[in-house]
């Protein structure tokens, strides 16, 4: 008994001093907390009670007000326009030389542009400053005025610089074009006027269409005089009347009617479009000739600006039925374009 006694005793003990040694690490732990928090609150206090002396630092601030800053922008992008000096001192000689100098490589003069500083300097300057105080207006069915932005064509008014004309010389259209008083005879006269009088900036392109189309080029060509040869031999040689085009060499065969002529303006980028034609369009589907829904062509006229800019089409329509002028119009005020009717 006096064992067992012992042994509790000493459990007892031991229970004891476990205690108290949790009991002396508590009180270590949370005397070291509140010697922390003293020594924190201390610090914040010594800040608010001695704050740090203030320093003032000047900075030297250059501004440019924007009024000259803008002035001088302009100027410098003036300056830049400025012809380049040239050279024009002239070799000379005393007395012959032992040796002769190869003549000179003969040049294609033909495809290059002329180039009149005047001519880029005013242009440029124009990009500059915009249309304020600049006419621009145009005389009979194709004039041109201003600095050859502005022109008039078969009676409607535009404005652009990459210019494409599609012309439906189908037979219903060249019968109502004869009969309005407006033959694709005189039509071709007026397209001839119109691309003699475009200026050296600007771009063009035709193409004739039935259900095959026939282009003048694959690329809206510049308005130099070696385009303008080449363009009249073509409206004088290629030009047709008849309303047949048959697939040939020259003559792109094209099942989906006007949609592939479109779907070509698009790939050429133009900024302004005329549509001659009555407003009746069919294509060939599964071999039968059906009439294009509305919209696949509303959609066709989309496509030519596809970065949101507007591309104006303007349309020239003989005899239109009424039923297609309700639907024509939505699509051409859309692009910001005008419909002519020639009855």
Partial sequence: MSGIATFLDEATATKARRRRLILSILLIVVGLHILAGVVAG??????????????????????????????????????????RPTFSDKMQSLRPAPFALPDLPKLPLDQMLPLDPAELVSDQVFALVGTAGLGAGGTGLSGLGGLGTGFSFLGVQSSGRRILLLFDVSTS????????????GRIREETAGLIASLPVTSRFGIIQFTQNYKPFRNELA????????????????????TGAMPASRKVVSNARGIIGV?????KLQPDVVFLISDGSFQWRVDGKITQIPWKELSKAVKALSPDGRDVPVHFIA????????????PIIRRTGGKLREIK
């Fill in 42 to 83: 201390i610090f914040v206090v010594a800040r608010y009670i001695f704050p740090p002396p203030a320093t003032f630092e000047v900075k030297r601030d250059i501004r440019i007000p924007a009024r000259q800053r803008e002035h001088r922008m302009n100027m410098a992008a003036f300056d830049a326009l400025t012809p």
């Fill in 173 to 184: 259209v060249a019968n109502k074009a004869s009969s309005s008083g407006m033959s694709l």
């Fill in 222 to 241: 510049p308005a130099t005089d070696p385009n303008r040869s080449a363009v009249n031999d073509w409206l004088a040689t290629e030009w047709i009347e």
């Fill in 262 to 266: 479109l779907e070509l303006a698009a």
């Fill in 318 to 329: 003989f005899q239109m039925k009424p039923a297609d002028k309700r639907e024509l119009m």
